[in-house]
């Protein structure tokens, strides 16, 4: 059997494990469960890859990431070993497929999404596969206390049951010592070990300021950064708007979120990673598992939701080692959204029982019935016919089903979204041409209105069908030639949506929550947010040092590099100034201040040394005359 470190010299060609790779991969091959907490660009993939490769069976990554899945299957098979995806978009027969493909024995690392694993397919199949070793990516989500919770995560532990000889290894490069343990405990692990990293990045120079203005200031720093860089901006229509400004300073950029189809948004991805596009402004969906060493600069234009994300997006700049930046351009207004979102966030129990009340009406259940059907789930048409808005109901089903009260599949955290991509003019000229385009057109405006000009909208294709008397079917294929067409921006929900009640049918004003649990939550979310805040508005301590210290390190040193930092050294220097200017003058002592002649080469002053070596009672000022103190 290969050592762990010939696998690496022969697929990889390095000569040499990055630090805890190693005693990673060790435990790995030892049959532990394995925490693996490694900052962004530290090597987390090659520590599964490698006892992947040595380990007898198939490899299963569990990860929410696409780009991540398409990267590193492209990598595995660019090194000869055979690997594959299954994601969201996919036909049946082409994971059928796939699938087969991994039962055979032929292939190694299967990368599939956390939602697909209790698919009746992948179920079967994984049945009949030898699995080895499965694979927890992201693993922070799974913890109900991480920044980024999803309770699809919490299919993990029973997908395990049809996998009973694979050890696990969960990997994360954000996790407070609280989420640890909740990894830890939701993942079941037994025989175990955790490996921790510091969370120090050497290289990273991290800058955060206020500007009324963030696109000129922005378009100046890139202007002076050389490289490849990220832009992240907090919501699609942003991104668009903020790549437009630079487009028109003269940069080379494109935009990126997770409204655009599969297709263009592999395009622009692999346009960036292949340098063609220098700048790619995004929204958080960009960037994660994509293996871009060379990227010199990251910038954010908003205050992200907590220090973890905030870290694993600055993770991205200078995985290469090399120096790199990292900008937080921000104003009064991110402060205060951050905050209204923690609100929406927790919506009052009269609100959860609103929704949960409608959803109950919608569906025809009785109460105390158990239902056993998985129904389908119109977002656009149950807010519309219950008179609910769509951004509080969004957060309100979440928290049910947080709460366990009701599930819902993946289709619907990724809806049907459209945007015109022409101008209103330019859509008004199209439509006199073309009599059955102006109908369909002027319909979708009709419903949605003329946001559509500037934001990519969660649109019902049935709703829409309804209006026009069209099946959906129909109403796909003309916004699919629209997109044709160059006219608009189509992105098709994968699947329908559904919605599954967890247990039976409850009194909507006696829905079991864990309130306790809930109030220990969103005051945690709260400290967090706070973090976030203090963090960025205040420069009273080393940037890289408060995200140690955010992380469970203990003592970390100043970067040297970051702002604070920084400001620091000048005072320093400052005072090393002073001192050897008034050290100069003391052999004079005493003298009036009107007889001192103090040249000033430097832009220290002679007020700035009089009131350092008073204060320090070196010397004592009286009515003009200074002397030194006895």
């Excluded at 990267?71 to 090194?79: G, H, N, T």
């Excluded at 209006?467 to 109403?475: E, I, P, T």
């Excluded at 004079?588 to 201040?593: A, E, N, R, T, V």
Aim: hydrophobic letters at 35%.
């Amino acid at each position: 059997m290969a050592t762990p470190l010939e696998i690496l010299k022969k697929y990889w060609n390095y000569s040499k494990f990055r630090a805890l790779q190693l005693q990673i991969i060790d435990s790995v091959l030892e049959g532990n469960d394995t925490l693996a907490l490694l900052p962004t660009g530290g090597g987390k993939s090659v520590c599964f890859q490698v006892p992947g490769i040595i380990i007898d069976g198939v490899t299963i990554v569990i990860t929410p990431l696409i780009a991540l899945m398409k990267d590193q299957v492209s990598q595995l098979k660019d090194r000869g070993i055979l690997a594959a995806a299954i994601y969201s978009g996919m036909h049946k027969s082409d994971i059928d497929r796939t699938l087969d493909n991994f039962v055979l024995g032929d292939y190694k690392f299967l990368y599939v999404s956390p939602e697909r694993l209790l698919t009746e397919l992948m179920i079967e199949r994984t049945k009949r596969m030898k699995v080895g070793l499965l694979v927890v990516d992201e693993a922070h989500c799974i913890s109900k206390w991480g920044h980024d919770f999803r309770p699809s995560y919490l299919k993990i532990n029973k997908f395990r049951s049809y996998c009973k000889k694979a050890s696990m290894i969960a990997l994360t490069a954000t996790a407070t010592d609280y989420t640890q343990k909740d990894i830890l405990e939701q993942l079941h692990f037994k025989k175990s070990k955790t490996f921790k990293k510091s969370f120090k990045r050497d290289n990273l120079a991290i800058k955060s300021f206020q500007s009324v203005s963030k696109n000129p200031a922005l378009a100046e720093l890139l202007h002076k950064t050389d490289g490849s860089c990220i832009v992240y901006a907090k919501t699609r229509k942003e991104t668009q708007e903020i790549s437009q400004f630079l487009n028109k300073s003269g940069i080379s950029v494109d935009y990126y979120h997770a409204g655009l189809t599969n297709e263009l948004r592999f395009k622009k991805q692999d346009a960036w990673i292949q340098n063609k596009t220098r700048v790619m402004v995004s929204t958080n969906a960009f960037g994660m598992g994509i293996d871009k060493a060379d990227v010199r600069a990251v910038y954010h234009t908003h205050v992200p939701e907590s220090m973890e994300a905030y870290y694993q997006e600055i993770g991205r700049a200078g995985r290469d080692g090399k120096p790199s930046a990292v900008y937080l351009i921000y104003n009064q207004l991110d402060i205060e959204r951050l905050k209204t979102n923690l609100e929406q966030a927790y919506p009052s129990y009269e609100a959860l029982a609103k929704v949960y009340q409608s959803l109950c009406n919608s569906y025809k259940l009785a109460m105390g019935s158990v239902p056993e059907e998985v129904f389908e789930f119109d977002a656009y048409h149950f807010n519309s016919t219950f008179g609910l808005k769509s951004i509080p109901t969004f957060y309100a089903m979440k928290m049910l089903e947080n709460q366990e009260i009701i599930e819902l599949n993946d289709a619907y955290q990724s809806p049907s979204r459209f945007q015109f991509t022409v101008t209103n003019e330019e859509l008004f000229d199209l439509q006199s041409q073309n009599e059955a385009l102006e109908n369909f057109t002027k319909t979708l405006l009709r419903i949605y209105g003329g946001e559509l000009f500037t934001n990519s909208l969660m649109i019902s294709e049935s709703e829409i069908g309804k209006v026009l008397k069209l099946s959906r079917l129909q109403v796909e294929k003309l916004l699919r030639r629209l997109e044709q067409r160059n006219i608009g921006s189509y992105f098709q929900q994968s699947g329908k949506p559904t919605i599954n009640f967890l247990g039976s049918r409850y009194d909507a004003d006696k829905l079991p929550f864990d309130r306790p649990g809930i109030r220990l939550k969103k005051k945690r979310d709260e400290e967090a947010v706070n973090a976030m805040i203090n963090y960025v508005s205040t420069v009273k301590r080393c940037r890289m040092a408060q995200l140690q210290d955010y992380f469970g390190e203990e003592n970390p040193d100043d970067c040297g590099l970051c702002d604070y930092c920084l400001h620091k050294a000048k005072q320093v220097l400052k005072v090393k100034e002073i001192i050897n200017l008034g050290q100069k003058l003391e052999h004079s002592l005493p003298l009036m201040i009107s007889e001192i002649y103090f040249q000033e080469t430097t832009s220290t002053s002679l007020e700035e040394v009089i009131h350092y070596f008073v204060d320090t009672k070196k010397w004592i000022l009286k009515e003009g005359l200074i002397e030194l103190a006895k």
